[in-house]
């Protein structure tokens, strides 16, 4: 069974940077695209982030363009997410996601997705 659990989450003022990370579970990680994901109240899920199974080719949603860098360390099976000039609207739960199957292009849809963590919380003050 793949597990995917999320770390890194906080509390990081108006500006501030963090970085979150997320290990899963399994002897073949790097056959795995890998994404990101957040929901904040009252939303739905929406895309952040995925990066190819050998990290060549990262892809961003609108929100994280020019702000966040998804990156990857297969030896460690971890996945990272780098979000730079933080502001309110980034607060959410950030969801890391695990998809098994070969795409021409990384999965911008939950459903492409096999595998999620539990999540982990990013609150951004003002």
């Known amino acids: 069974q793949v597990q995917v659990v999320e770390s890194g989450g906080g509390l990081v003022q108006t500006g501030g940077s963090l970085r979150v990370s997320c290990i899963v579970s399994t002897r073949t990680f790097s056959t795995y695209t890998m994404g990101w994901f957040r929901q904040a109240p009252g939303k739905e899920r929406e895309f952040v982030a995925a990066?190819?199974?050998?990290?060549?080719?990262?892809y961003y949603g609108d929100s994280a363009k020019d702000r966040f860098t998804i990156s990857r360390e297969n030896a460690k099976n971890t996945v990272y997410l780098q979000m730079n000039s933080l502001k309110p609207e980034d607060t959410a739960v950030y969801y890391c996601?695990?998809?098994?199957?070969?795409?021409?292009?990384?999965?911008?849809?939950?459903?492409?997705?096999?595998?999620w963590g539990q999540g982990t919380q990013v609150t951004v003050s003002s």
């Open positions: 990066i190819s199974r050998s990290g060549g080719g990262t």
């Open positions: 996601a695990a998809d098994s199957t070969v795409r021409t292009v990384p999965g911008r849809v939950e459903g492409e997705y096999d595998y």
